[in-house]
């Protein structure tokens, strides 16, 4: 039995309230049995909903952008369950098996390195006095994830359990970390810029901002080369001091 569009979009909608039920105990379980639940009774008798509603009530836990991914392919099993009445072993599986691995790729990508990206080249336009500066961020931040859910949820339907491929195939692991360097780049960026307005309102040489940019420079490619976060730590804030007494020093001089 296929669902008809109309159900499908009624779930979709509903995972947009995701961890509106969010406990430590299941996580996000209770939200994605909501969701599913107008599929649920569309597939199942009133008698055999109740046995199969108590399957859906248990611990899960994903990125919330990609559960839409995990919904569709779980739609497309239960509509071939309804038929054969032997998959619940397999529904459970794959919801234990791709929930983890969604989660992790779903944290680095979306908050890890997309909403830094986004919010650093929306403050170049706060930078520039512009208003909606906020709504370049809200704009930026949220046409991915918005893809995403509903890319990932009709290619989950149409895919069934292959729809993991997608992920091989796209390397999101591999985007995730390239979209983090570039929001670095953006942040460095922003902070070059930003101390450039500060000497040109001060009226001092627009080289001396070059300086700022030697130890960002130099931070970054001991990450690079796997320098701890405790080092990098320390190195900066030597580094901040350093600059600090510099910048006191300009400006006693300055004003004599």
């Known amino acids: 039995m296929a669902l008809l569009t109309r159900t499908r979009i009624h779930v979709w909608f509903r995972l947009l309230f995701l961890q509106g039920s969010w406990n430590f105990e299941r996580l996000q379980g209770l939200g994605f049995f909501f969701a599913m639940l107008p599929a649920l009774k569309k597939l199942y008798p009133r008698e055999q909903l109740a046995k199969v509603a108590k399957e859906y009530t248990g611990y899960f836990n994903t990125h919330p952008y990609l559960a839409p991914l995990v919904a569709g392919v779980v739609l497309?099993?239960?509509?071939?369950?309804?038929?054969?009445?032997?998959q619940n072993a397999e529904i459970d599986e794959f919801k234990e098996m791709v929930a983890a691995p969604y989660a992790a790729i779903g944290d680095a990508l979306f908050w890890g390195g997309l909403r830094p990206l986004a919010a650093g080249i929306s403050l170049f336009f706060a930078a520039k006095g512009l208003l909606w500066a906020p709504l370049v961020f809200l704009l930026l931040y949220n046409i991915v994830p918005l893809t995403f859910r509903v890319s990932g949820f009709v290619r989950g339907y149409r895919q069934g359990i292959h729809s993991v491929e997608f992920f091989q195939r796209r390397r999101l692991p591999d985007w995730a970390i390239h979209t983090k360097e570039a929001a670095v780049v953006v942040l460095g960026g922003l902070s070059a810029f930003l101390v450039?307005?500060?000497?040109?309102?001060?009226?001092?040489v627009s080289w001396i901002g070059l300086l700022t940019l030697l130890p960002m420079i130099l931070l970054g490619l001991l990450a690079r080369k796997g320098v701890s976060t405790l080092l990098l730590t320390l190195i900066s804030s030597i580094v901040i001091i350093l600059l600090s007494l510099f910048w006191a020093d300009v400006t006693h001089l300055i004003a004599i």
């Open 76 to 86: 497309k099993m239960e509509e071939e369950r309804a038929v054969k009445q032997n």
């Open 196 to 204: 450039f307005q500060h000497l040109q309102r001060e009226e001092l």
